[in-house]
């Protein structure tokens, strides 16, 4: 990632968290946990990817793992 993909990420997400305040000052207690929970976890996805930490992907271990364990009871 680049500076200016990290900095247009960055206004954006800034820009939807202030349009968004006010919607949800009218909505729900669980509506708002639920936005706070996405918004948390889009935001420590995004430091991590930024970090070069590796970041587990549910199709990566379903590719390694899942299909040849699958091939081979297959008889494939």
Excluded: N
């Amino acid at each position: 990632m680049d500076g200016i993909f990290i900095l247009c990420f960055l206004v954006t997400m800034a820009g939807s968290l202030l349009i968004d305040r006010r919607m949800l000052k009218q909505e729900k207690g669980s509506i708002k946990i639920t936005y706070g929970v996405f918004i948390f976890l889009t935001l420590g996805l995004f430091f991590s990817k930024y970090m070069h930490w590796k970041i587990p992907m549910a199709s990566r271990f379903f590719i390694h793992t899942v299909s040849p364990w699958f091939a081979q009871l297959i008889g494939i």
